[in-house]
């Protein structure tokens, strides 16, 4: 009996909820068997409908149905698990209301593994074994299952469409080309396809290096991200640092014109109280001597009044007149913190703009510029600062041309290069930027830091010869950074266009005439805000910065 009931299809003794062996099988009124808590859940669930209903039938039931033991299932059951199961197929080998079935399964369908485009049939593993088994199938043509097979039938003629017509763009069957489609281009569905599938390849290849590029600019978004938010923290830490040293000395200087004052003012006080006691005091003498002259002169006694007089009348010498002087008072005091104050305010609203914050771009890079007017958009008009020019520099053309000439009067600043003969810009270029310089005799075009070293001939203070600067030597064609050259070619021009891409890391140098060349572009990554500037070596010789606008 056990060696039968092995035998039976497992199906029988599962549960249609759980898809499992039954525990504590129990049979309701329809005869439908469950496992006790499948069914118990289940019902539970249906407590607030009007009706009960058999999960495999769906019988319905106006009370609940009561539960059954089925001892007979109960004792298969455990019979099965003493003598061993065949192995079943697992739940997920089943197939649910949204795969793709086996035709060939009776009662519960498992999921088609694979589809035969020559029988037009999906098939799971154990019914697709003949197809690799049997001579007669060998043949067919195997294919991931889909429940669009019955697509691949002509509506018209009920045969396998294996041909395409170019000519309507449609797939067709053998028998469609001879018809209506006789005179068109008609290919195998094949050969359609492997034509079709060099298009798709080259799609995917285009596709794979678009995702790569997007990928890439993620990173670099990434990274300007983390640069952002690093540069944004230290700048509030540095600013408030600097802001708070700041508050500190004014309260400091505060304190300090307060203890003066207080300590002044407390001897100017003392001083006039001492004055004030001497005059009172001079006053009740002057009071008492009053009333004595007061009482002689009423004094009807001649002899009397005589022998009185004489020491009565006299009177000691007021002071009141040499001791009083006009006491300092605090205006210049006043005066003096207002001349600081508007002078901290000049210097706030002059230099306020070097601390101003820049845009921040965060845009995916943009092509390069190609042409003149693709630049002329980008176009920044350039000055050059007094403040940062050699002594023998001569600034013209409103600070737009400098010059190699003798001595000028320059007043000491320490902005000033006072080795070599160069100047920066007034203006701090940052974004995409675009200048052009004409150029006479030797000239060298840089952009620098702000804060590249000023003072003497060290390789820290000429442009190109240290890692603030980058330098391109017009004349004789070498491009110099941090001490290093790089031989540039093309053609020497009188006129040089300079593109920068600040947040691309983007440096390059053009060589302008009807067409812009390419003279050497530099990609690296920017920390600091640039200033461009020019170095010149020869008496005589020039650059001056054009107006593009």
Wanted: net charge neutral; aromatic share 8%.
């Amino acid at each position: 009996m056990a060696q039968k009931g092995v035998q039976l299809d497992q199906e029988t003794i599962c549960c249609s909820i759980c898809l499992d062996l039954l525990k504590d099988p129990v049979t309701i009124p329809c005869g439908h068997s469950y496992c006790m808590n499948c069914i118990k859940t289940h019902f539970d669930g249906e407590d607030q409908k009007p009706v009960y209903s058999c999960p495999q039938c769906r019988k319905d039931f106006a009370l609940r149905p009561a539960l059954l033991k089925s001892t007979m299932l109960a004792e298969l059951v455990e019979e099965l698990k003493k003598t061993g199961l065949p192995a079943a197929p697992a739940a997920h080998c089943y197939a649910g209301p949204e795969d793709v079935a086996c035709d060939v399964c009776s009662g519960r369908k498992l999921k088609a593994f694979k589809s035969c485009l020559q029988c037009l049939a999906l098939y799971c593993e154990e019914h697709l074994q003949p197809h690799y088994e049997s001579s007669t199938f060998k043949k067919h043509k195997l294919a991931e299952p889909s429940k669009k097979l019955q697509e691949n039938i002509c509506s018209r003629h009920d045969e396998v469409m294996k041909m395409f017509c170019r000519t309507d763009r449609q797939s067709i069957c053998y028998l469609c080309s001879v018809e209506e489609h006789k005179g068109h281009d008609t290919v195998s569905a094949a050969a359609e396809r492997s034509e079709r599938q060099k298009e798709l390849e080259v799609s995917q290849l285009n596709i794979q290096q678009r995702i790569q590029d997007r990928e890439k600019d993620v990173k670099l978004l990434q990274q300007e991200l983390e640069a952002i938010n690093h540069s944004a923290d230290k700048a509030v830490e540095d600013s408030e640092k600097m802001f708070t040293e700041l508050i500190r000395l004014m309260e400091k200087r505060s304190s300090e014109v307060k203890r003066q004052v207080r300590s002044q003012q407390e001897t100017e006080v003392s001083g006039v109280k001492e004055v004030e006691e001497k005059l009172q005091q001079e006053i009740r003498e002057l009071k008492r001597k009053d009333a004595e002259l007061k009482k002689l002169s009423q004094t009807e006694d001649h002899n009397q009044f005589l022998h009185s007089y004489p020491s009565l009348s006299a009177l000691s010498p007021s002071t009141s007149s040499t001791q009083i002087r006009p006491r300092r008072r605090f205006d210049h005091v006043t005066a003096a913190v207002s001349r600081v104050r508007d002078k901290l305010q000049d210097v706030l609203r002059d230099k306020w703009t070097d601390v101003s914050l820049t845009e921040v771009d965060v845009s995916l890079p943009a092509a390069e510029p190609k042409t003149r007017a693709e630049f002329l958009q980008y176009s920044r008009e350039i000055t050059l600062d007094p403040n940062t020019a050699h002594t023998e520099l001569l600034l013209s053309e409103g600070n737009r041309k400098v010059t190699f000439t003798s001595q000028q009067s320059y007043s000491d600043h320490p902005d000033r290069f006072t080795g070599y003969k160069q100047v920066l810009s007034r203006e701090s270029l940052t974004g995409r930027c675009y200048w052009e310089v004409e150029l006479r005799g030797v000239v060298h075009l840089a952009v620098s830091y702000k804060n590249i070293s000023r003072a003497g001939r060290s390789e820290n203070c000429r442009f190109g010869s240290n890692h603030k600067s980058w330098a391109l030597d017009c004349y004789d064609l070498k491009f110099w950074y941090n001490r290093v050259h790089t031989s540039v070619s093309g053609p020497r021009s009188s006129r040089v266009g300079v593109y920068l891409d600040h947040s691309a890391g983007i440096l390059s140098f053009y060589s302008v005439s009807e067409t812009m060349t390419l003279l050497h572009r530099v990609q690296t990554t920017f920390t600091q805000p640039l200033h461009t500037g020019v170095l010149l070596y020869w008496f005589g010789h020039s650059a001056e910065f054009c107006k593009l606008k």
